[in-house]
Nanobody, 118 residues
Framework: QVRLVESGGGRVQFGGSLRLSCVASGFTFSRFTMNWYRQTSGKERELVAGITWPGGRINYAESVKGRFLVSRDNSMNTLYLQMNSLRPADTGVYYC???????????WGQGTQVTVSS
């Protein structure tokens, strides 16, 4: 059974930092592209950052470049997102997503709420 469990969210002030984690189970984590997405009220879920498989290419949305750092530990089946210099616009529910050709996008986890106050 595929499971993605996000944690690490919370409430911080403008300029603060948080580190999100996503623990995966039920599939071969090391052989999937792993991404972080966020969803704010009334908007579509957007891709924030990710690490591809194969290749290990790292991608960021323009809005988070230079502030967020995505990483993965395949031995721990865990994806991380270090978020620095947080802004109110970063507020939302953050989800990790796993995808791979022929498998598509695996089921979402419950997400973790990030709230940045000005």
């Amino acid at each position: 059974q595929v499971r993605l469990v996000e944690s690490g969210g919370g409430r911080v002030q403008f300029g603060g930092s948080l580190r999100l984690s996503c623990v995966a189970s039920g599939f071969t984590f090391s052989r999937f592209t792993m991404n972080w997405y966020r969803q704010t009220s009334g908007k579509e879920r957007e891709l924030v950052a990710g690490i591809t498989w194969p290749g290990g290419r790292i991608n960021y949305a323009e809005s988070v470049k230079g502030r967020f750092l995505v990483s993965r530990d395949n031995s721990m089946n865990t994806l991380y997102l270090q978020m620095n210099s947080l802004r109110p616009a970063d507020t939302g529910v953050y989800y990790c997503g796993a995808c791979r050709a022929h498998y598509g996008l695996l089921p979402w986890g419950q997400g973790t709420q990030v709230t940045v106050s000005s």
